[in-house]
């Protein structure tokens, strides 16, 4: 639990779990992360259309990524589409952020998308969610993150 002046707020990994249909592993397998997808030539390889106005300090704008989201009956990038949404969900709903924008190092999960499927997604949202609820109670700030799961008590 996480007190607040006006209340507690609180996720357990089992609620978490039921809610999401997302496991918590024992052993969550992790991405390496680097500094190859800081540079523009490697992320246009896993998204085609990116601009450096669409980057800024080291992160991709979510609004960019809403733009391999639109129905077209021509798109031949469905795999570039993919990995779009992914990082669409994890900036926009997953691992929250005030400036709408998701971190390029995580172009790192979705670059084989065959190990994707492996990596404990669901422990990687609720530490973020602890975390924010941990800055939010010390700073006094605002909730981000992935907020929809919490109860208020």
Known sequence: MFLFPCAEIGVTPLDFQMLTSLS????????SYDDTWSILSNVRQLLPNIESSNIKSGNINISHLRTYLTI?????DDIAIIRAFI???MGHLWF?????TIMLRYLAAVANLGEAAQYDW????LTSL?????TAVMTGGTITRFSQLLEVH
């Open 122 to 125: 669901g422990f990687a949202i």
């Open 24 to 31: 918590i592993s024992r052993y969550p397998t992790q991405v």
């Open 96 to 100: 929250q952020t005030a400036n709408d």
């Open 72 to 76: 077209a009956a021509d798109r031949d």
């Open 87 to 89: 990082l669409f969900m």
């Open 130 to 134: 602890y975390h924010s609820l941990d």
